[in-house]
Nanobody, 128 residues
Framework: QVHIMESGGGLVQPGDSLRLTCVVS????????IGWFRQVPGKEREGVSC????????NTQDSVKGRFTISRDNAGNTVYLQMNSLKPEDTALYYC?????????????????????WGQGTQVTVSS
């Protein structure tokens, strides 16, 4: 049984920073990835950034590169999304998700929202 819990969302002004936290409980027998996704009403869920827990390989959406940074703790069950220079268009419900990676050497996680395990989401609102 895998359980995912996000935290850290809130209301901030443009240019501010936030750090989202994702705690994943449960065990994976294979290498897995944890990703951050976001969704606004009426739009499809989109991938923001993901990280393979063992190798630490990162994949980040171009629109947030240079502003958002994903990282993991040493135990690999907590992943952070540091969001700097936030913009109003970053406003969304942010989800954390986990997925088993293919059994290849140094697999790269994907940003398609077809992960198997999902949290409930944390709201991020950027507004002046």
């Amino acid at each position: 049984q895998v359980h995912i819990m996000e935290s850290g969302g809130g209301l901030v002004q443009p240019g501010d920073s936030l750090r989202l936290t994702c705690v994943v409980s449960g065990t994976f027998r294979d290498q897995y990835a944890i990703g951050w996704f976001r969704q606004v009403p009426g739009k499809e869920r989109e991938g923001v950034s993901c990280i393979s827990v063992i190798d630490g390989i990162v994949n980040t959406q171009d629109s947030v590169k240079g502003r958002f940074t994903i990282s993991r703790d040493n135990a690999g069950n907590t992943v952070y999304l540091q969001m700097n220079s936030l913009k109003p268009e970053d406003t969304a419900l942010y989800y954390c998700a986990a997925e088993i990676l293919p059994p290849v050497l140094r697999p790269v996680c994907q940003l398609q929202p077809n992960y198997h395990y999902w949290g409930q989401g944390t709201q991020v609102t950027v507004s002046s």
